[in-house]
């Protein structure tokens, strides 16, 4: 039978070690702090924003927790294995992955080219195939039953003019969730995803006026989302709470998706 822990500790992620891609800029720093608040180690990956990953972990550090930053592209199997291997030698295991890391470009259909087309797949379906096989060998190593959340989107459901490449890659990610649950329960790892809509960053209603007012009088609970609204749906599907939860795709949209096609 296995063991039910008490409801105070199941949001408590202290000893644990978190992996965070793309954790210097979006929604990458809200996951990587709320995990720290939880009382969790936290590693830092980015590619190009230094300055934002820092940020991060001098945040949680002045909080008292533990985080340390590391770059890679996780695009490129060389750079991710050298990341992974940090975390074994740094804090000798790892518990959660967060498959974060990602792009978001417009391009038409008509007008995208083949480099445009594979950079995306590449960042945000590439990178969690990568990230997912190397987390599961290093978990399975150690002996960590542990716990992959992907980055999703609603537009792997409900599709967008000019982002046929990105919601072509987060449709992927939906399945290769699906695929690795099942292939790594029996080793006790858990793989879900989180599937958010839009979310506030600084300065998006100033340069999106018009896109912000459309989601805002779209979505029932009338507001933009916020990195804390992913991260805690990111926290409570690495959590003992979601202990026989896997392969599921968790919605975080202010029910944009529920509401009538016509």
């Known amino acids: 039978m296995v063991e039910v822990p008490p409801v105070g500790g199941l949001l408590d992620f202290r000893g644990k070690v978190v992996l965070v891609t793309g954790a210097g800029r979006g929604i ?3 996951i990587a702090l709320r995990f720290a608040e939880a009382g969790a180690r936290v590693v830092v990956n980015y590619r190009e924003s230094r300055e934002g990953a820092e940020a991060v972990v001098a945040e949680i550090e002045a909080a008292g927790g533990e985080a340390l930053a590391r770059r890679a592209d996780v695009t490129r199997a060389k750079e991710v294995a050298s990341l992974f291997q940090v975390c074994d030698e740094v804090y000798g295991r790892l518990d959660v992955l967060i498959n974060n890391a ?30 997912t096989q190397a987390a599961a060998r290093l978990m399975v190593d150690r002996g960590v039953q542990g716990a992959i959340v ?20 987060k449709a992927g990610v939906l399945m290769h969730t699906r695929s690795a649950a099942f292939e790594l329960a029996p080793h006790g790892i858990r793989v879900n995803a989180v599937s958010p809509g839009l979310i506030w960053q600084p300065g998006i209603e100033e340069s999106w006026p018009e896109g912000v007012a459309r989601w805002q009088a779209a979505t029932p609970l009338k507001r933009l989302g916020l990195p804390q609204d992913v991260a805690d749906a990111c926290l409570f599907l690495a ?24």
């Open 102 to 131: 990602g792009t978001y470009p417009v391009a038409g259909l008509l007008e995208m080219s083949e480099g445009e087309w594979d950079a995306v797949l590449d960042s945000d379906l590439k990178s969690v195939f990568l990230c």
């Open 150 to 169: 992907n980055i999703a989107s609603i537009e792997a459901e409900s599709p967008e003019p000019d982002h046929s490449h990105y919601d072509a890659a």
């Open 239 to 262: 959590s003992p709470a979601a202990r026989w939860i896997t392969g599921v795709n968790l919605v975080v949209d202010g029910g944009v998706m529920v509401r009538p096609a016509f």
């Open 28 to 30: 990458g720093p809200g």
